[in-house]
Structures are given as C-alpha cells and as structure tokens.
C-alpha cells in the first residue's frame, strides 16, 4: 500500500514564488496546495487539513486578514489548530523594521518566521524539523 505524501499549504499572493516553492516541494515529495489570498487559503485549509501551512505576512487585493492575523484564527480553530504554520515574509525588509520578530504562543502563534529570500536548503530544513525527514 502506497504511503500518503505528506501536504503543505502555500498561501501567499506572490504567484512566482507559489510556482517555486510548489515545484520544489514537489520535487522532494511533498503534495502542495496553494491559495494567493489568505480567506481562501483559510478556506482550503479547512477543507484539505494539510500537514503544514506556509504563510505570507502581507497580502496585495481585496482587503483581509493579514498572515500573523490569520495565524491567530488558524490557532483558535478547533480543527486546524494542529496544523503546524511557517511565516514565510519579506515584511521586515520591506518595513525597514529593525528588530527581529519571533513567534510567540498568542501574538504570532507559529513555529517558525522565516524572512525571503530564502534558500531552497533552508526552507527544507525548516519543514523537516517540523514534519520530520522525507521518505
């Protein structure tokens, strides 16, 4: 019997890099899911319950929740609170801000906040300390 690949969710309104990230997530096995607004994103993380859910800070559209906010509403859903999240953003670079910024279990309730550009190396390494090793 064929084992389940394992699911990420990629929400983020960045198309090139969904295209990216979802090629090298494939390419190493996993099944990717993506949305390029965080409402629908939410919407297939209900319906698909994935494994982990990499997520964007700053969304360009129709107005919503932005990704720490949605990290919250993610975090107090009784079924997809399970669900592992990565803050995947660049919003530091484009704020000029400079501190650092961390998880936390109420304000930004993920495992890790990642800044882009990232390396494909470290993005894998970052999913496997939460998902474990591939295959």
């Known amino acids: 019997m064929a084992e389940k690949r394992q699911s990420i969710l990629v929400i983020d309104d ?4 969904v295209d990216t990230v979802k090629t090298l997530l494939e ?7 993506y949305a390029y607004q ?5 919407e297939i993380a209900r319906q698909h ?6 997520l964007d800070v700053m969304f360009a559209g129709p107005p919503g929740p932005d990704g720490i906010e949605l990290s ?9 609170r399970g669900i592992p999240v990565i803050i995947l953003s660049g919003v530091r ?5 400079p501190f650092r910024i961390a998880p936390d279990e109420t ?3 993920v495992k890790a906040f990642l800044e882009k550009p990232i390396t494909p190396s470290r993005l894998l390494a970052e999913i496997e300390k939460i998902l474990g090793p591939r295959g």
């Open 49 to 54: 319950k994935p494994d982990l859910i990499l």
């Open 72 to 80: 919250r509403r993610i975090n107090q859903d009784a079924d997809l």
């Open 107 to 109: 304000w930004m309730p």
């Open 93 to 97: 670079k484009v704020l000029d801000y």
């Open 38 to 42: 965080a409402e629908k994103g939410l």
């Open 14 to 17: 960045d198309v090139q890099l």
């Open 27 to 33: 390419a190493v096995g996993y099944q990717v899911l």
